[in-house]
């Protein structure tokens, strides 16, 4: 298909931009063959035109489909081009956060100006053992490709990291060495990373400077060679250092500072340790003033210098020498600030006293005048003589300036080469891997020499680069078999021949540098001359004679002459080396010593400076010796560079190339600009284009087919897959040059996989249409017929409700009619009834109203008389009331006055009320008084109530009264009549009395309005009384509901904090578990890694067999390690070697634990070498201290001995008092003749009474010695106690004299003599042992001294610990520390229980038979041989083998064979399915009760070490093999429940039965065992989960994640050039039914062997945990993973696990809960993600993750189809709003290492000991049935 059917209406291109490099359009028509423009529109809707080259008619760019956008891998794109690697690089740097992305071998890092938490421990660990394209793009990932490849290959590594100033180089290199560190197992203290980060301030302090483009540039580069040895760890590293920036040390540019350190020490001169420096301020020197910026924001100096001391101090530069480098570079910056004055034109003079001059001379050792004199002078030399020329003022502060820097030059020399010194190793390198940390290409407005080297490394690093990728490019196509053609990349070796050929750049710089008066000027026109027209990559700029322009293969830099003779010379006047030399400070003669050869001296020192002309010969061999080694700085750096190429072509490189996104340290900012300029700097571009030009995009065949399976037809697809894709492909693509078909994979060219991708999407898009007409037409066909259905039914039911209505309708309209008939009956009826009932209404209502006027006028005539009759009544009152109300005018008056008096009071009291209602004083008071005043208020009111009730009563009455009064007018009224001729005068007088009233009307009207007035007032303020009341009662109750609100809200919260406060105690009980068993787990690593330094070390002292006494600090978590001196006496032929081993091994713990023990305890190292060096001294304390110990050992020895000897008395009375018994039992049956002398009977009583007797006298004789013992060996302790010193001699006194026989008197005494002898021989036999075992402790404390060195590393880890942790295994050692003390006590106590046991039983015997003698002489005449077996048969054990009482009889020899053939030998696949689970725990357990019944504590306490170290030992041999672990879990938890079940506990004993409970231990409390077993059996189920993870791991990743389980729901995307591993399962590919039949085969297994349910619940709870942890660590990191379809087959395979849970009855006890995470990351996959209501339901559901989890999945995902939309920023940034309140780790990854910590519930076994039967199969019939 041509390129440009591609360009069709909505195809979208890429078209130049002034401001974003590139911009995206969209065709708005098809484009034809012949246009000179396109119509595009672009992002934002706007339309242009875009005019194609009419020379080349190139088309924009083509953009790459939505679904490749995003890419791990830049050469997955389907087009590759500058736009599409820009826009891929944005999208995931802006919009994803993902800093590396993959460009075939070369990592790409964008700086993100923030921290981000990817460089943890789990990220490293989730990195290791991962192929490179298997995990999304990392440092991490191009680390562990250089160590595989490393140690698979056995070929050196070198990891390239370069980019330009302030990209993050030193970073990156940084975290590569982390890595390399942490996977390659390097310890912790002696760990060469940490020493090379250490060295990384030294390196920034005295190698980096501000520069305008970055506060910390690195101004050298550096190749770091991490060496490795045959077992690939860190065993060392080496430093090499280039192209130091020494014109630097002189002169800064604008905004630039000089090097950090000599701001540090400007910065840090008031503290006193600097004062002799003589520094001040930075701006007081010229050397840090030049460039105007003395500080850099946010950076203190002074505590940069600390640092800097700190790291000098850790790799070995002491305090003088620090002190003498800082005394260098103080010299430098007074030698900067030496003023040089001119003389005259040719010469120049430093005034004398010069205060700077004085202060170096000073600092570095020299003489004034010497160095004045030869700063102003040099040393010229002819053939034949030599003379001393003065030097101008200008050449002469050249010529310091250039003192300084070598000064500077060789001091940072020197600290690179002690650097290194404390990098190296003794140990033999076998590998090493090589971080290149070098600068990038630069262009800065004035390039000087610097820069031209640094571009010229450049290059040549270019170069290799670009020959690296055309030999993998063309390998690839050699492998695959496919037919190739050379491809055309770029080759800038002409722009090499250019700086280095014969006659080049640096050739002719060197050449001008011979000349006497070569100069810039000069040197650029031979350049001009030489290169101008013969080479076209060499340029002259047109407004400049002393510059010239390199086309480098990044862009075209033009250089200034200036400066470049003088740099690259970099003379300094020999005679000022030799001032340097001679000086008396060793730091600077030190500095000089090792460069002396390379300063190329021309001649001796001069005595004096005052003769200008020498006739001294000049030494021809130093002539040409200095000829031989003057070389000049290009030369050098030529010759390094050269060096370091042979070293990187020698090695496998592997490339991090660094950009700087933008320039203002914006976090996550992308500038298009600077990015690409970086980009076409760093080669990235160039790789892109090698990649384009041949077959950029491969895909397997299987890939292929599972991809573009639905551009295939049913009859296309054959059997062979490979002949599949190749029919399809010629079908789809016509141009055979287009692709090639490989031995494994399809090549295509560039743009071909996405018109592939065009051609599935339509294909899709059709097949979608299809499918939706399909179902349209179904839908709506369904929904016609049900339309039709439906209106059939309405039809019916409609016709039948009209004949319904019709029928009802005929029926209403007969009824209707009969209805109106009768209703128009009525109404008429109705109508005439009204209307004669009106009349008669009308009638009645006439006459009625005609009586009523008749009756009113009567009552009117009537009344007016009564009127009359009252008024003439009421003049006269009123006469009286005028009178009356004047006076009460007068009363009210006088009340007024005094009312207003009381008012102005009540006034001023209400003010002083407010004013303390204000003030908040006394305000329950005030309302108490309002209160009691409103209750007097209403008190009056209602006393005014009564009143007025009382005046209406009185108004009735007086009413009653005038109607009386009124009836007797009447009367009157005649009267009346006869009095008319009064009227007129009554008439005036009425007049009068008007006036009167209303005057008085109105004086009331006016005492009214005022009453009215003040008591709207008064009502006022009550009403403000009650309001205030109201308030205050509003206030009290809302504090009330306040109170009672907080009392409730103290109640919830006091109830929540409880449980709060249960839930962080049952979280602190699982972490202290956890940190116990961690502690348990690194106990076992110990253990592990003393075992194999004791298989390496050769013991040179052997310890003898048996028990020897050890100082405290010694013990050891002893009991599992520490053999019993009687049992190692015991042993015979065959145990005497392993008896010596096992002593070696005692010792070699001893000593290892002793110096664990010492590490735990000092706090500094110098007091361990010196305790160590005085160890006569310690060796003394020490054997005080065992005299000490050994006097209280013996004191209780003496306590328990005497208590014994009293107990032997008690028995020997007892005894005497049996014997005198028996003696008148015989004498009195002697009468009866039947124990008459000389009787069978009476001369066999008188044989066991003479035996007893012998019998007893040895026991005296024994008594007699333990007394002689207690008086020995109290004089011989001469303890000072003079009591008890005194009673023992009474008490043998009392003792003595008790015998009554003198024969026994003088046994007793020649008893004593033999015990003397016997004593004192055992006291020099012991002293003889003593002075042994002192030389064998000296010997022992000569080897740890010696091995104090060779195990720093074990002894260092404890310090490492945290502080709590370090307690814990104090603690613990010390617990042990005591155990083993007890023990050791106990063993010095064995022989006298010994010797105590054999004498009870002895007496028991006697007593047995003097008891049998009686019985025997009762049954009359019995045989002597009858009597002596009688005894025998009650305790014949075989004839008691029917009461089996579960317990099993060995032998102390055969001890070794019962561990060998029941632990150490024996098959678990046998025993679990043969016999009962757990037998071999029954076994041990019966014969420890044997040995307990016995109280045989040494038989016990030999039985269980044995076994302990027995399955320590099998674990250890076969740890790997799950079946034999879960067999020892199961009976190492089944002895541990028999020893808690059979303990005597009641606790333990519940669940017992009555003959269980008889099997109960005895004698022994094993609660000390117990606890080790416990430990032990926390040991096996870590191991056990170990084992576990280990045959998980490999299967989680393929079945979880990449597999398909539902096939054909993901699609295959296209891949880079890294190997990707593929979902489709081939042969030995791991599914999710190989992780369901491993759990199955786990589960059965631990079923078999008996494990307890509960056990079995934790571990398929961790089993999940694991796989659940390590798919979603997996997801987290692999940005392929995180799709839609991805979601729902990792949502079906959880299910698959539950399903499997289920069947297993286990989905009740939290192994569902942990995969809880990685539901909640699936259905994140699958949730819809675009409006503020979806993040809302995200954020309720994905409570099992993290904030950073959910922002990762969100960043990482990734549409696999067109139909999917990617999630936008701004949902990302709703999502972290939302979730910024969660308080959380910030961890990424979930910890797979994590174990939870397990328990063992106590579980009863209801199996009978008794019924237990042992196979023949287990080789045990040594055991014998009790």
């Known amino acids: 298909m041509a390129a440009s059917e591609l360009y069709t209406k909505s195809a979208r291109v890429w078209i130049p931009d002034a401001e974003e490099v590139w911009k995206s359009a969209e065709l708005n028509k098809d484009y034809k063959n012949g246009d000179v423009s396109l119509q595009l529109m672009l992002e934002d809707g706007t339309n242009v035109e875009h005019k194609l080259d009419p020379k080349t008619k190139n088309l924009p760019y083509l953009r790459n489909p939505d679904i490749l956008v995003g890419e791990n891998d830049l050469t997955a794109l389907s087009y590759l081009h500058e736009p599409a690697v820009l826009h891929n690089l944005k999208v995931r740097f802006v919009d994803s956060k993902l800093i590396y992305t993959y460009c075939g071998i070369v990592l790409v890092a964008i700086n993100p100006y923030e921290p981000l938490p990817i460089y943890g421990t789990d990220i490293i660990n989730a990195y290791s053992g991962q192929n490179m394209g298997d995990m999304d793009p990392h440092i991490f990932a191009v680390a562990e490709e250089a160590y595989k490849q490393m140690a698979r290959d056995e070929r050196n590594q070198s990891i390239i990291v370069s980019g330009e100033s302030g990209a993050g180089k030193t970073v990156s290199a940084k975290y590569a060495m982390r890595y390399f560190a942490t996977v390659s197992g390097a310890t912790s203290e002696a760990n060469v990373e940490q020493k090379v980060l250490a060295s990384n301030p030294i390196m920034e302090a005295i190698g980096n400077a501000k520069t305008t483009r970055n506060d910390n540039s690195s101004r050298f580069g550096k190749y770091i060679e991490i060496g490795f040895d045959t077992r690939y760890r860190i065993i060392g590293a080496n430093m090499r250092t280039y192209l130091l920036e020494k014109s630097r040390v002189v002169f800064q540019a604008d905004e630039e500072r000089n090097y950090h350190i000599f701001y540090q020490l400007c910065a840090s001169s008031h503290l006193p340790e600097y004062k002799a420096l003589k520094l001040s301020n930075a701006n007081d020197f010229l050397y840090t003033r030049q460039g105007r910026s003395p500080v850099i924001y946010g950076v203190d100096d002074t505590n940069e210098l600390s640092t800097t001391r700190k790291a000098f101090t850790l790799l070995g530069i002491n305090e003088s020498n620090q002190k003498g480098l800082f005394q260098v570079l103080a010299a430098i910056l007074h030698l900067g600030n030496v003023e040089i004055k001119d003389r005259d034109s040719d010469s120049s003079v430093i005034p004398p006293n010069n205060r700077h001059l004085t202060a170096f001379c000073e600092l570095v050792g020299v003489t004034y005048q010497d160095m004045s004199q030869w700063l102003c002078h040099r040393k010229l030399k002819t053939a034949t003589e030599t003379y001393i020329k003065t030097l101008p003022r200008l050449q002469a502060t050249n010529a310091r300036d250039a003192l300084s820097k070598h000064i500077y030059a060789k001091l940072f020399n020197w600290i690179v080469e002690h650097v290194n010194k404390a990098l190296i190793t003794n140990i033999k390198q076998h590998s090493f891997i090589g971080v290149l940390d070098i600068y990038g290409f630069e262009t800065f407005e004035i390039n000087s020499f610097e820069q031209f080297c640094i571009n010229y490394a450049n290059e040549k690093l270019q170069q290799q680069f670009n020959m690296h990728v055309f030999k993998l490019e063309q390998e690839e196509y050699m492998r695959e078999q496919i037919p190739w053609t050379l491809i055309d990349f770029y080759d800038n070796q002409p722009c090499i021949n250019l700086i280095e050929a014969k006659m080049g750049i640096l050739d002719l710089l060197d050449e001008e540098c011979k000349m006497p008066k070569g100069s810039d000027d000069s040197w650029a026109q031979k350049l001009y001359n030489t290169h101008l027209k013969a080479c076209s990559l060499f340029e002259k700029p047109r407004m400049s004679n002393r510059a010239f322009i390199i086309q480098h293969f990044a862009d075209k830099v033009e250089y200034q002459c200036e400066g470049f003779l003088e740099k690259n010379k970099d003379t300094v006047n020999e005679e000022q080396i030799n001032v340097l030399k001679a000086s008396k400070f060793h730091l600077l003669v030190e500095l000089f010593h090792d460069g002396e050869k390379a300063t190329s001296p021309t001649g001796q020192v001069s005595g004096t400076g005052g003769r200008t002309r020498l006739s001294i010969k000049p030494d021809k061999g130093r002539e040409k010796s200095s000829k031989e080694h003057k070389k000049t700085v290009g030369c050098q750096f030529r010759n390094s560079l050269q060096m370091l190429m042979g070293t990187l072509n020698a090695t496998t490189p592997h490339y991090v190339r660094c950009i700087k996104p933008n320039d203002f340290k914006l976090a996550f900012t992308f500038d298009p600009k600077r990015a690409v300029q970086q980009l076409r700097a760093c080669g990235v571009l160039e790789t892109i284009r090698i990649s384009a030009a041949g077959f950029p995009s491969r895909w397997t065949y299987q890939e292929f087919f599972s991809r573009y399976r639905v551009l295939m037809k049913q009859k296309d697809v054959l059997a062979d897959k490979k002949l599949t894709c190749r029919n399809v492909l010629e079908q789809l693509v016509q141009d055979q040059d287009k692709y090639q078909f490989g031995k494994t994979k399809i090549f295509f060219r560039a743009g071909q996989v996405a018109y592939l991708e065009k051609l599935r999407a339509e294909k899709l898009r059709a097949a979608c249409i299809r499918i939706q007409k399909t179902i349209r037409c179904w839908l709506e066909r369904k929904k016609y017929l049900r339309k039709r259905s439906s209106a059939i039914t309405i039809q019916r039911f409609t016709r039948g409700y009209q004949a319904r209505c019709l029928a009802k309708f005929m029926r209403r309209t007969q009824a209707a009619t009969v209805i109106q008939k009768y209703q128009r009956m009525c109404v008429e009826r109705k109508r005439y009834r009204q209307k004669q009932a009106a009349a008669l209404v009308m009638q009645t209502i006439l006459r009625a109203y005609m009586a009523r006027q008749k009756y009113q006028a009567l009552r009117r005539e009537h009344k007016a008389v009564i009127i009359q009759k009252r008024v003439r009544g009421w003049l006269a009152r009123c006469w009286y009331k005028r009178c009356l109300v004047s006076i009460v005018y007068l009363q009210c008056c006088f009340r007024r006055m005094k009312a207003r008096r009381e008012l102005k009071k009540l006034k001023i009291e209400a003010r002083s009320v407010q004013h303390l209602k204000k003030l908040n004083k006394g305000m329950e008071n005030k309302i108490m008084q309002l209160q009691r005043k409103i209750d007097e208020q209403n008190k009056d009111k209602r006393l005014v109530n009564e009143k007025l009730v009382s005046l209406e009563t009185t108004y009735t009455a007086e009413s009653e009264r005038m109607r009386g009064e009124l009836s007797r007018l009447r009367g009157v009224e005649e009267d009346a009549k006869n009095k008319g001729n009064q009227v007129s005068s009554l008439l005036e007088e009425l007049e009068k009395l008007r006036k009167e009233l209303s005057s008085t009307q109105k004086e009331k009207k006016t005492i009214e309005d005022w009453a009215q007035t003040y008591r709207n007032e008064m009502e006022k303020m009550v009403s403000e009384l009650k309001e205030q009341n109201g308030s205050l009662k509003k206030e009290k109750d809302d504090l009330n509901r306040s109170i009672q609100e907080q009392s409730q809200q103290m109640t919830e919260k006091m109830a929540r904090v409880i449980l709060e406060e249960t839930q962080q105690l049952k ?490 409970n008889e099997h109960s231990l005895s004698n022994f409390d094993l609660a000390e065992y117990r606890q080790v077993i416990s430990d032990l059996a926390i040991q096996i189920y870590q191991q056990l989960i170990k084992c576990m993870e280990n045959i998980l791991q490999p299967m989680i990743v393929s079945g979880m994640l990449e597999h398909e389980t539902i096939q054909g729901v993901s699609g295959v995307k296209p891949t880079g050039l890294r190997k990707r591993t593929s979902s489709i399962a081939d042969e030995g590919t791991y599914t999710l039914d190989s992780i369901l039949r491993q759990l199955s085969a786990f589960h059965s297994t631990m079923c078999q062997h008996g494990t307890d349910p509960e056990l079995i619940k934790q571990v398929v709870k961790q089993q999940f945990y694991i796989i659940g942890a390590v798919t979603l660590n997996n997801l987290l990191l692999r940005k392929d993973m995180c799709s839609w379809s991805k979601g729902m087959q990792i949502r079906y395979n959880v299910s698959q696990l539950e399903e499997w849970l289920r069947d297993k009855g286990l989905m009740t006890f939290g192994a569902k809960e942990t995969l809880e995470p990685l539901i909640q990351a699936a259905q994140l996959l699958q949730v819809k993600k675009k409006t503020d209501e979806d993040a809302g339901a995200i954020c309720s559901m994905c409570l099992g993750l993290t904030t950073a989890q959910i922002v990762k999945v969100l960043n990482l995902y990734t549409p696999v189809n067109e139909f999917e939309e990617r999630v936008s920023v701004s949902f990302i940034r709703t999502i972290q709003t939302r979730l910024r309140d969660r308080c959380e780790s910030p961890q990424l990854l979930m910890d797979t290492k994590m174990i939870y910590p397990v328990t063992f519930p106590f579980s009863p076994s209801s199996l009978a000991l008794e019924t237990i039967q042992i196979p023949g199969s287990l080789n045990l019939g040594f055991l014998t049935r009790v």
């Not at 634990?1153 to 000092?1162: I, P, S």
């Not at 009359?1420 to 009482?1445: A, C, L, W, Y």
């Not at 089944?1534 to 004993?1549: I, P, V």
């Open 1067 to 1556: 979280t602190d009980l699982n972490e202290e578990r956890s940190r116990y068993q961690n502690l348990l787990t690194e106990h076992r690593r110990l253990e592990e890694k003393h075992d194999d330094l004791k298989e390496e070390m050769v013991s040179s002292n052997v310890s003898k067999p048996g028990h020897r006494r050890r100082d405290s600090t010694h013990s050891s978590n002893g009991s599992e390690y520490t053999y019993n001196s009687e049992y190692a006496e015991l042993e015979e032929g065959s145990r005497a070697a392993e008896v010596r081993s096992l002593a070696s091994r005692i010792d070699t713990s001893l000593t290892l634990k002793l110096q664990k023990r010492l590490t735990g305890l000092e706090q500094d190292n110098q007091s361990l070498r010196n305790e160590l060096e005085n160890k006569e001294d310690q060796f003394q304390r020490a054997r005080a201290r065992d005299d000490v110990e050994f006097k209280k050992a013996r004191g209780a020895e003496l306590e328990y001995e005497s208590l014994k000897r009293q107990e032997l008395d008690s028995e020997n009375k007892k005894l005497k008092h049996d014997l005198v018994e028996i003696r008148q039992s015989l004498l009195g049956k002697a009468a009866t003749g039947a124990g008459a002398p000389g009787s069978p009977a009476y001369k066999v009583v008188l044989e066991q009474l003479n035996a007893s007797c012998e019998e007893l006298e040895v026991r005296k004789e024994e008594v007699l010695i333990l007394r002689s013992q207690l008086v020995s060996q109290k004089e011989a302790m001469h303890h000072k106690d003079e009591k008890e010193t005194m009673t023992e001699p009474s008490f043998y006194v009392e003792d003595v004299s008790k015998l009554k026989d003198a024969d026994e008197l003088k046994q007793a005494y020649m008893g004593l003599k033999d015990t003397n002898r016997l004593l004192e021989h055992q006291l020099q036999t012991q002293r003889r042992g003593y002075d042994n075992e002192v030389e064998s402790l000296r010997g022992e404390l000569h080897n740890v001294k010696e091995e104090n060195n060779r195990q720093q590393q074990l002894l260092a880890q404890n310090l490492q610990l945290p502080p709590e942790a370090r307690i814990e295994a104090s603690l613990q050692h010390e617990i042990t520390r005591l155990t083993n003390e007890n023990l050791d006590l106990m063993e010095q106590l064995e022989k006298q229980d010994r010797t105590i046991r054999k004498l009870k039983k002895q007496l028991k015997v006697y007593s047995k038979r003097i008891g049998e003698m009686g019985a025997g002489q009762a049954e009359g005449q019995t045989s002597p041989g009858q009597m002596v077996d009688e005894p025998i048969h009650p305790v014949n054990i075989p004839r008691r083998e029917k009461d089996f009482q579960g317990m099993l009889e060995y032998k102390k020899e055969d001890e070794l064979k019962l561990v060998k053939n029941l632990i150490l030998e024996l098959k678990p696949r046998g025993v679990a399915v043969n016999l009962i689970p757990g037998l071999p725990a029954y076994i041990l357990f019966m014969c420890l009760r044997h040995a307990d019944y016995n109280n045989d504590d040494q038989k016990v306490r030999t039985l269980l070490t044995s076994t302990i170290n027995s399955i320590k030992k099998i674990l250890k041999k076969r740890g790997d093999d799950f079946e034999t672990v879960s067999f020892w879990l199961a009976n190492t938890c089944r002895f541990l429940h028999c020893l808690k079940q059979y303990s005597g506990d009641e606790a333990f004993m519940k669940h017992n039965t009555q003959r269980q």
